[in-house]
């Protein structure tokens, strides 16, 4: 057994030096099978099979750069006399196992192919040529070659393989790249910006990306863009693309953009675009308002959340739904709402907008015309709103119950769409017996069965459709025959379940 030389690392700073020597003395090398052409003290050749308790305690991720690793190749093969094919895998192997992200690194084959080869790369290259040629504005020969470069980039990094060309055109100085371009076409073509900002939306794909993109200087250039472009359609879906991609899974990020007021510029856009053109614009709404960044113990999208309430976005978002399913922002709108709608002031206010009706007809077109998507996400949204004691009244006395039944019979085949009308159910029946008695009287306990027998395992819709049980027959004994029905047809593991509905109404 061996543990790696110190030579290899030579390609890190001193500081991951010192803590890679720590960590990698808790990893015990065996000695390798036996090969024709490399000796078997080879320094790189392990194993990648080691369990966890061979490995030591997990290990921080660290970087190497493109000059390191094409530097471990090279020694692969004039100091083990390795093959350029095999040089390349086992460097890569090596590294992979010793904790390194080879995320942005271009694996190149020695002798076959170079880092100057390759597309992205050059690509990149060009545009910084141009970038710094240029001092405060492009040429028009300039822009129409930018053009080009912007579409080759956006079919990279947009096609199957494009998260891998995205981090390496990052590890290249991407970002910093296109911000600098973008900062420079704010008063140029608006046809190579919205290209720029196309480029820009890709390449924001990970923490790394979007800390760069916002250290730079980003957020607030963003913001300027959209200001000075709010008349144009095109420029707004690019740049609010860029806006969502940004601030996924970033809530630094979350916060320049408030800071920039950028919730009042949505309302401006929102109250003034009617052609439904601006998709991103509603998914920036919902990356706003989504705590999805584990770094931070509190987030603060439910303020947000209030203050695009507050200022009336939640109402402009409310009046999208009204053109039902003839508007190709409907899924958008609703999925939107539903992040806005976090408080029982919200939800309340969007029963008064006319949201309630409003989204009991899309879910009854949905059933007619057989959007199963339509329906879903409606009704995931109507589950929402139900949470407003005042909004269940709403929904019962529009015949909701009923429709409910109706489109849940319509899309029985589609587990997805049952789980969102018996949640649904199960929000309109929490203390309330007498919806629980119309829920009975429109088929909920038949649903149930049905759906439990059909879909055995779909876990989420099974946990659904007992909770559905468990509120509907809480607080009405007239309603026990609910649990016989269920008895009598299910299996031994959902009958054992369904006895929850003996137990107290389940709280949301």
Known sequence: MRTVPKSYYKHFSNSEQIDFQKQSSLITLPQPRAHPFVPKDHPFFVRTDLTAHEMGPPK??????????????KENMEDLGMEPTEALQDAIQTLSLQ????????????????????PLI?????????????????????LNEMMGLFDKLIELCGGNEGSVNAAVATKNGGVELVCSICYKMRCGSKRVLDSCLKTMALLVHDVQSTETFRTGGGPKLLVNILIDGNEDPEILNSGFAVVAASATGNEVVKESYMELKIDELILEILSRQRNDSIQSLYDAIRVLLTPDDDQVVASQVYGYARRFAKI????????????????????????????????????????????????????????????????????????????????????????????????????????????????????????SPENAARAMEAGSGDLAIQAMLKFPNAQQLQRSSCFMIRNLVARNPENSFCSVMVSRNLSDRQRRTTKSARMQPLMH
């Open 60 to 73: 921080t991720v660290r970087t190497i750069s493109q000059e390191a690793f094409d530097e471990v190749v």
């Open 99 to 118: 904790g390194v992200d080879l995320s942005g690194i271009v694996k190149c084959v020695p002798g076959e192919s170079s880092l100057k080869d390759n």
């Open 122 to 142: 050059q690509s990149l290259e060009r545009l910084k040529q141009l970038d710094l040629n240029s001092k405060d504005k492009f040429s028009d020969e300039d």
């Open 312 to 431: 009336g976005i939640a109402r402009a978002l409310v009046h999208s739904l009204h053109a039902g399913l003839s508007s190709p922002s409907l899924i958008s709108a609703s999925i939107a709402l539903k992040a806005v709608a976090v408080n029982d002031e919200i939800c309340k206010s969007v029963a008064e907008n006319g949201g309630i009706d409003a989204l009991l007809r899309c879910i009854d077109d949905s059933g007619l015309q057989g959007n199963k998507t339509v329906a879903r996400i409606c009704c995931s949204l109507l589950s929402k709103l139900a949470g407003s004691d005042s909004n269940k009244s709403a929904i019962i006395e529009n015949g909701g119950m009923d429709k409910l039944i109706v489109v849940s019979a319509r899309f029985s085949d589609d587990a997805s769409v049952l789980q969102e009308v018996m949640s649904i159910i199960t929000v309109l029946s929490l203390r």
